[in-house]
């Protein structure tokens, strides 16, 4: 907490153009850009780039939730009042504090890069200041402690290293992508049971309301956990069915790449405006987050692939 008071005293004497930079490289991280990065390169670039990426930042997106809702750990000004956090920060601070979720999705986001470019030192070193960047940006806001943001790099890391080694065997036994998913397909809704059915910490203030409730913790556990599910169905599928490649000029690629990005606007809009209504706050963001990695992974290559056949 004293090394977050120390940082809090600097960042309320920091520019301002300081702190909104900071603010960008958290907010970047937590935003949809990532997956819609990570189809980009899948539809237009590289495969097996686009699924490691992808694999990558959703498994650590996963793990990282399950493990933060198993620990219950609460934010560090609920821990402690001296601590005030950069305002602007507070709407994407969801869910409990460790391990820190921004992090875990920066070490998978990042990482799948770096494991993909492992050749290009440089590469490789701009990857692992990004991530030391998105971690260090949650300290600096006052969103999470240096224990959340190191146990999520480690946990990352492990997680990120698992993904790319069961990739790999896959490539040596295409047969067992249907093993992996069928594993991907029990853990999406196993940890779902898991988080939803178990029991949370009850704490109150000293007005005798509750601290955290732990059920309204659970609003990232389903997006990450739907994702999971939607990609343990799309993998499989799109190699034994699709099976698209992503050769053609230079047109077609952009063309896939903008008709692709409103698509997939299309399915987040779909999600938010009449699954969520529909299913409710919970299941609606779940089956949300499925239907996007769905269409990126598998129904719009299917589309796109049709159409380059016919044409």
Not at 255 to 277: E, I, K, S
Request: hydrophobic fraction near 50%.
């Amino acid at each position: 907490m004293e090394y977050l008071l120390a940082l809090q005293e600097a960042r309320e004497a920091a520019p301002d153009f300081m702190n909104t930079f900071i603010m960008l490289v958290s907010d970047f991280i937590a935003s949809p850009l990532p997956i819609f990065i990570g189809v980009i390169i899948f539809w237009s670039i590289s495969k097996r780039g686009g699924y490691l990426v992808m694999s990558c930042y959703i498994a650590c997106a996963a793990i990282n939730q399950m493990v933060k809702n198993i620990l219950c750990v609460y934010r560090p000004w609920i821990l402690d009042a001296r601590i005030h956090p950069y305002e602007a920060a507070l709407p994407t601070a969801t869910g409990y504090s460790m391990p820190s979720g921004h992090t875990a999705i920066a070490t998978g986001f990042f990482g799948g890069f770096a494991i993909w470019f492992k050749k290009r030192k440089g590469l490789v070193a701009a990857c692992v200041f990004a991530i030391l960047l998105v971690a260090f940006s949650r300290n600096w806001l006052g969103c999470h402690t240096p224990y959340d943001v190191l146990l999520s790099m480690a946990l990352g890391v492990v997680t990120m290293l698992t993904t790319n080694w069961v990739l790999h065997v896959v490539e040596k036994k295409p047969h067992y992508d249907l093993i992996a998913s069928a594993v991907f397909f029990a853990a999406s809704i196993g940890f779902m049971i898991i988080c939803y059915f178990k029991s949370y910490p009850v704490d109150y203030d000293a007005a005798g309301n509750i601290l955290v409730n732990g059920h309204e913790m659970l609003k990232d556990c389903y997006e990450s956990f739907g994702a999971l599910f939607g990609f343990s169905i799309a993998w499989p599928l799109e190699r034994h069915l699709i099976r698209f490649s992503v050769e053609g000029s230079v047109k077609t690629r952009v063309l896939r790449v903008v008709v692709g990005c409103v698509l997939l606007g299309a399915a987040y809009a779909f999600g938010t405006f009449l699954l969520q209504p529909l299913l409710g706050e919970g299941l609606g963001r779940y089956f949300k987050y499925a239907l996007i990695v769905l269409v990126g992974v598998v129904g719009y290559p299917a589309l796109f692939t049709w159409w380059e056949r016919r044409h």
